[in-house]
């Protein structure tokens, strides 16, 4: 399924409920249980980067699945975290928990339904596994760097720019994403299938 198909979905039944309240009829919201709904209820999100210095331009490379496009869009609101960031623009994110040396912890598994449930439980990192990969601008903001938090820590400045990939991270699938920065941010870029 395509991701920008399954936003559009997903930002048009929020358009039909919001018409519902707003001639007064009642409407119930679907809001993921990872995300509060004070996150989800203030998001305002336009297709394509940000083009001024307010708002988070989130972009997500599904080029690393079966089909998968480029993504991006602008949050217009102030993400408390990278997490709230996709949660907003109805992305669908979900935690995985795992067991490590230091005991359980969390990290981003899903975005957007993927990967699927038979590819990937959640329950842990596995050696040579794809994953989603967190980056953000470089120190001088001139490539992608890979993010020194975590999703659920990072707190988005206004201005900034978020990118998610997917892969093993190894010499066969380098888990890095498919346009550079400077395509991310820019307003007349287009991927190419």
Known sequence: MSSSRSVRRRLLAGLFAGSLLLFGGTAAAAVPAETS????????FAEGPCTGPTGVTVVVD????AGGDVVRHCTESD???AFAALAGLGLAPEHGIGQGEAGPYQ????????????????????????????WVPNATADAWGYADEGV???????????????????????????LTLEEALDPNWTSTP
């Open 79 to 81: 993400p408390a975290t």
């Open 152 to 178: 659920d820590t990072y707190d988005p400045p206004q201005g900034d720019v978020l990118g998610f990939s997917f892969g093993a991270g190894t010499a066969a699938d380098p888990n890095e994403m498919s």
């Open 62 to 65: 599904f080029t690393g699945h």
């Open 107 to 134: 990290y981003l598994c899903r975005i957007d339904g993927l990967p699927s449930l038979a590819d990937d439980a959640c329950d842990g990192f596995l050696p040579n596994a794809p994953y989603w990969a967190f």
């Open 37 to 44: 709904a004070a996150d989800s209820a203030a998001v305002v």
